[in-house]
């Protein structure tokens, strides 16, 4: 009888779909170097220590601030990236750690 193969882990399934889009894995890889990928002026916070803002975000990428918004979150449901509120701007950067263990999951799945 032929064993059935494990499912994979659907956290591992969350992150593959949040990466499938390649707006997303582009604003992934822009947030690895904010500074130099975002124009800052006028930023509230440290892109290094909060992130990088929507709005910022969004005037790099040039798409409705919906849009975007919706693409950040799909990526943060998926463990990608975090984000922290300041006032009524909510920033946007990397989970180094999160990102780290995907890696090491994908090497051990495939």
């Known amino acids: 009888m032929a064993k059935t193969p494990a499912e994979p882990d659907p956290r591992l399934v969350q992150a593959m779909r949040a990466l499938a889009n390649p707006m997303r894995l582009q604003l992934l890889q822009w947030l690895r170097d904010p500074e130099r990928n975002f124009v800052l002026d006028g930023a509230i916070a ?5 992130g990088v803002c929507l709005t910022h975000i969004q005037a790099k990428v040039g798409l409705a601030q919906s849009t975007v918004s919706a693409y950040m979150t799909e990526l943060e449901r998926a463990g990608l990236v975090r984000s922290t509120r300041i006032g009524k701007w909510t920033h946007y950067q990397r989970d180094e750690d999160r990102i780290a263990a995907l890696v090491t999951e ?4 495939l």
């Open 46 to 50: 440290d892109p290094h220590e909060v």
């Open 106 to 109: 994908l090497g051990q799945s």
